[in-house]
């Protein structure tokens, strides 16, 4: 098992910028990937940005030059730096992970609003 638990989310202006970070409870590199997700009202679920176990980075192409994917082996934490905010990012932003065996997990979300 793997619990995951986001935090960070909150109310922003536009142009603002907001860290997201996502606690694990086990060890990352006994992780494949962890990934940020995120979903806008009446939208699905969208992939926003990756780490994998050898801590190669991939971005969606709306996060490409503005958010940023780090971890941190130690806290057990990987971290979404959000630059440049847009009303169209707005959403429930998940953590999500998967193992080695193909077992996938789900943080509960964390908000994140962006006004204009």
């Known amino acids: 098992q793997v619990q995951l638990v986001e935090s960070g989310g909150g109310l922003v202006q536009t142009g603002e910028s907001l860290t997201l970070s996502c606690g694990i409870s086990r060890n990352l590199f006994t992780l494949n990937i962890v990934a940020w997700y995120r979903q806008a009202p009446g939208s699905q679920r969208e992939l926003v940005a990756s780490?994998?176990?050898?801590?190669?980075?991939d971005y969606a192409e709306h996060a490409k030059g503005r958010f940023t994917v780090s971890r941190d082996i130690a806290k057990k934490t990987v971290n979404l730096r959000m630059n440049n905010l847009k009303p169209d990012d707005t959403g429930v932003y998940y953590c999500?992970?998967?193992?080695?065996?193909?077992?996938?997990?789900w943080g509960p979300g964390t908000q994140v609003t962006v006004s204009a």
């Open positions: 780490i994998s176990n050898l801590g190669i980075t």
């Open positions: 999500y992970a998967n193992t080695f065996q193909s077992d996938t997990y």
